[in-house]
């Protein structure tokens, strides 16, 4: 069973950085698939942050571009967000997801982490 | 980006009832397009990909139908579990983007 799992800190202070570790089970990051995050706010609703493949190409969502980067480690089975000059818009629910492709959808979801910017 | 109009925003049935929820893509997706269920507290869960296709394990009273820029999430009989917030997500092109979301509450 593929198990998704993000963790980090719950609290940023404005202007800091959001770092979040998605810890992956179950299958292995080195297989063809996507890693995407995804966030949750009740302003915005859904939005996709943005997504990276098993060989490191990665594909951000345009208006995060330049604060936004995320990784992978595949010695831990682990995939990375870090979200920089972080307000209080950035205040949301962050899920990491699998996709293997556009046809599959975002099959696998972890819990989900709230992250909350503090002034 | 693509942009994703979901309808109604909310919606009362009660159970037994047969209720469709909408999603129309601004540009064509082909069939590039997923429903999802979330619960409160939870995280969304995957019921139809490509359009129609149901996931293992979701009851057949889903359904997905619709291609190109029109899409229908059927449920046939509501059933109590069934009661939630449902959206569409296109994974056509990047950005992937979502619906804003249909509440299904009950009468």
């Known amino acids: 069973q593929v198990q998704l799992h993000e963790s980090g800190p719950g609290l940023v202070q404005s202007s800091g950085t959001l770092s979040l570790t998605c810890s992956v089970s179950?299958?292995?990051?080195?297989?063809?698939?996507?890693w995407t995050w995804v966030r949750q706010s009740p302003g915005k609703g859904l939005e996709w942050i943005g997504e990276?493949?098993?060989?490191?190409?990665?594909v951000y969502n345009p208006p995060l571009r330049g604060r936004v980067a995320i990784s992978l480690d595949k010695s831990k089975n682990q995939i990375f967000l870090n979200l920089k000059s972080v307000t209080a818009a950035d205040t949301a629910l962050y899920y990491c997801?699998?996709?293997?492709?556009?046809?599959?959808?975002?099959?696998?979801w972890g819990q989900g982490i709230l992250v909350t910017v503090s002034s | 980006d693509i942009q994703m109009t979901q309808s109604p925003p909310s919606l009362s049935a009660s159970v037994g009832d047969r209720v469709t929820i909408t999603c129309r893509a601004s540009q064509t997706v082909s069939t590039y397009l997923n429903w999802y269920q979330q619960k409160p507290g939870k995280a969304p869960k995957l019921m139809i990909n490509a359009a129609s296709s149901l996931q293992s394990g979701v009851p057949s009273r889903f359904s997905g139908s619709g291609s190109g820029t029109d899409f229908t999430l059927t449920i046939s009989s509501l059933q109590p579990e069934d009661f939630a917030t449902y959206y569409c997500?296109?994974?056509?092109?990047?950005?992937?983007?979502f619906g804003q979301g249909t509440n299904l509450e009950i009468k």
């Open positions: 997801a699998r996709i293997i492709n556009g046809w599959s959808g975002l099959d696998y």
């Open positions: 179950g299958d292995s990051i080195n297989n063809s698939h996507w």
């Open positions: 990276i493949s098993h060989s490191g190409s990665i």
């Open positions: 997500l296109q994974t056509s092109s990047t950005p992937y983007t």
